[in-house]
Structures are given as C-alpha cells and as structure tokens.
T-cell receptor
C-alpha cells in the first residue's frame, strides 16, 4: 500500500545535539512538506519541497535544515540552533501543481529534549 | 502565519447530534480543505472545496464556503463517538502550500 512513513515515532534529544527525522513516501508525489505541531496548536510549516534538489523555507525554518536528494525522501534535521525543539513533527506529501488534491500525512515523530 | 481560525476551539456533544465547526481566513484562496486528527496521530484529509464552489457533501460531512465572508463551515451529521478528534481547516492561497488553522477539538459522548 502507498503511504508516508515517518521514523522514529519517538525521539529524545540532548541539549546541543542535532537529530534527523526521517520521512519516506512511495506515492510518487513530487511535493513534500514538514510541519511542526505544539500541544493544542495548529500546524506550522517548517520547509517544503516541490521537486528534487530544491526546497523553500516555511514560516518557522530557523534552527532546521532539510535535503531532497531523492523524490521519495525528505529528511528534517533539528539543529542545536533550534532552542525549543520539543514538539510533534508531521511530514506530508502531495501531487505537485495540482491545487485540488489534499495532502497525505505520515503518523508523526514526537521529539523531546531531555 | 496562521491564515485559518477555527471556532469553537472545543465542542462537546452527544452521539446522534450534529456538530458544526467554523473557519475564517484572511486572503483569497484557491481552495479550502478540512482535515481530521486523532490524538497523537497524523492528519487525514476529509474534504476539499474549491473557491468557485459553495457547498460540498461527502457521506455525513457537509462543507460550505462563503468567499465574500472568507469563511467556511464543516457539518458532521448524526455524530458518533468515533468522530471524536481535532478538526482543522487549511487554505491553499498559492497552489504551493497549505496554511492550517488552530483546530476544533470535538468530543462526542456516547
């Protein structure tokens, strides 16, 4: 079955450490997105990519980095520059250039700073 | 920036009742979408309404869109305990990204 896989489901980070969240899709979607969700809040866009080897900053990109070397993969690195990284991270994908289709979401990674 | 704002923030009803959630937004849009999120899970796409549409149905869901008021509503009829979740509206203004609202937490009591 096609879908998006995020791993790990839970991740613990020490102060000053970089961590990478994985997002893989087999839907043949061109566009991929990373959102951050804080408790009781909506989703805020971190980065998005419409095509391989290209990506754009979202609303809260500071302290995060991404790469898009393959169509299927869009990993997110939470760097030590992100001062408040504890949150629920959601990856999504969609058909590029088709504004009338919804996003498909992964099941999320919960990141906690210890 | 948060484009959509849902109202109410929380809604508690009895099974069998209808649930109505509202969403307001600020800029012109291509389409507006509604998503559902069960606790601790990813979002699931429910329904999309285009800017030139006024009403759309899908099963027990009914969505309306009023572009003159920049608002939308989601109606869930004959609610069930399994409908308990958070519901988010999301707007597509650019064709390249969605902007989500803060969500409405719906609780359906058996």
């Amino acid at each position: 079955d096609g879908g998006i896989t995020q791993s790990p489901k839970y991740l613990f980070r020490k102060e000053g450490q970089n961590v990478t969240l994985s997002c893989e899709q087999n839907l043949n979607h061109d566009a991929m997105y990373w959102y951050r969700q804080d408790p009781g809040q909506g989703l805020r866009l971190i980065y998005y990519s419409q095509i391989v080897n290209d990506f754009q900053k979202g609303d809260i990109a500071e302290g995060y980095s991404v790469s898009r070397e393959k169509k299927e993969s869009f990993p997110l690195t939470v760097t030590s520059a992100q001062k408040n990284p504890t949150a629920f991270y959601l990856c999504a994908s969609s058909i590029k250039g088709q504004p009338y289709y919804g996003y498909t979401f992964g099941s999320g990674t919960r990141l906690t700073v210890v | 920036s948060q484009q959509g704002e849902e109202d109410p923030q929380a809604l508690s009803i009895q099974e069998g009742e209808n649930a109505t959630m509202n969403c307001s937004y600020k800029t012109s849009i291509n389409n507006l979408q509604w998503y559902r999120q069960n606790s601790g899970r990813g979002l699931v796409h429910l329904i999309l309404i285009r800017s030139n549409e006024r009403e759309k149905h899908s099963g027990r869901l009914r969505v309306t869109l009023d572009t003159s008021k920049k608002s939308s509503s989601l109606l869930i009829t004959a609610s069930r305990a399994a409908d308990t979740a958070s519901y988010f509206c999301a707007t597509d203004a650019s064709g390249s990204r969605l902007t989500f609202g803060e969500g409405t937490q719906l609780t359906v009591n058996p």
